[in-house]
């Protein structure tokens, strides 16, 4: 589960949420609950994020963690 967005009002929205050493990960945000239609798919090596301010609306969030021996946890 993602941590609350820090929306301070600005052009930049902020997301970080729990990790353990040495995992990287796959965030994706989407216009629809299902993932069909991709807003940003971006590959990280730290459990956070800051993206520009996108256009009003509803945005889904997921993430998927990758562990340092390879094992692939499945989307949040």
């Known amino acids: ?3 609350p967005v820090k929306d301070t009002g600005g052009n930049i929205l ?3 949420w729990p990790s353990e050493p040495g995992q990287k990960f796959l965030l994706q945000i989407a216009n629809d609950a299902a993932f ?3 807003y940003l798919t971006k590959e990280l090596d730290q459990p956070q ?3 520009p301010r996108p256009e ?3 945005y889904f969030i ?3 963690a ?3 021996d390879g094992y692939a ?3 949040s």
């Open 66 to 68: 990758t562990d340092a």
């Open 73 to 75: 946890g499945a989307f």
């Open 14 to 16: 902020s997301f970080s």
């Open 49 to 51: 994020i800051s993206i």
């Open 36 to 38: 069909r239609s991709l």
């Open 56 to 58: 009003a609306g509803i």
């Open 62 to 64: 997921r993430v998927k």
């Open 1 to 3: 589960m993602l941590n």
